[in-house]
Each structure stands twice: as structure tokens, then as C-alpha cells.
């Protein structure tokens, strides 16, 4: 499984991008789909998680009330929208894939995810 993630890039501070993740078979489509993100010299961190349904989304406090995870799945893609960005946004992000039927307490652990992408650089100028 191949996960790709796209949609990163050089924005102001206020400003908006949209990520997106497709994987290269179904698996997007049959997944609870998270973002994290990892900035220079820091640990990996949760950012958000839709249910396989995407019926459930949950957010790092951080990013709540400026982040939207959602995903498509006839185009078995999970997009993340990114408003209000702050310096403090830039990270490398990657997406992940899980693909038990339910989400379980421990969704925001990078252990939980089986399959990733590379990642997409956001930066964000002050």
C-alpha cells in the first residue's frame, strides 16, 4: 500500500492550504484515515482522524476550530483543510491509514496507524 500525500507549500501566516491523501489501491476508501505532523527537531503529533465512515472526526486541541478533516470516498481521498494558519503550523504532515472497522481510544498514537505517506512540507511565514 501506498499512501500519497500532496498539497503542501509556502504560505502566509492566515492563510489556507488543503492537503490531500490517495493511496494507490482502496485503501483510503476502507480506512480510518489520521493526519500527524512532525516539525524540525520534534516529536511526530496527532493532528486529526476520520472514521472509515467519516461519520467521527477528532482534532489536536491545537488545530481545533481552524482544521477540517474529510474525506471522498469515490475519489478514495481524505483531504485536510487548513485555515488560520499560524508559523507554528509548519511541519512536515503525513497521512495514515487504519484499517479496523472502528476507531479505538488510542487513535491519536502514531502506533496505531499499519500504513503511511511521505509527507508534504507546510510552511508558514509570520
Known amino acids: 500500500v501506498q499512501l500519497q500525500a500532496s498539497g503542501g507549500g509556502l504560505v502566509q501566516a492566515g492563510g489556507s492550504l488543503r492537503l490531500s491523501c490517495a493511496a494507490s489501491d482502496s485503501t483510503t476508501s476502507n480506512s480510518n484515515m489520521a493526519w500527524f505532523r512532525q516539525a524540525p527537531g520534534k516529536e511526530l503529533d496527532f493532528v486529526a482522524v476520520i472514521s472509515r465512515n467519516g461519520v467521527a472526526t477528532y482534532y489536536a486541541d491545537s488545530v481545533k476550530g481552524r482544521f477540517t478533516i474529510s474525506r471522498d470516498n469515490t475519489k478514495a481521498t481524505v483531504y485536510l483543510h487548513m485555515n488560520s494558519l499560524k508559523p507554528e503550523d509548519t511541519a512536515v504532515y503525513y497521512c495514515?491509514?487504519?484499517?479496523?472497522?472502528?476507531?479505538?481510544?488510542?487513535?491519536?498514537?502514531?502506533?496505531?496507524?499499519?500504513?503511511w505517506g511521505q509527507g508534504t512540507q507546510v510552511t508558514v511565514s509570520s
Open positions: 495514515a491509514a487504519d484499517r479496523r472497522p472502528y476507531l479505538s481510544g488510542t487513535y491519536y498514537s502514531a502506533n496505531y496507524y499499519a500504513y
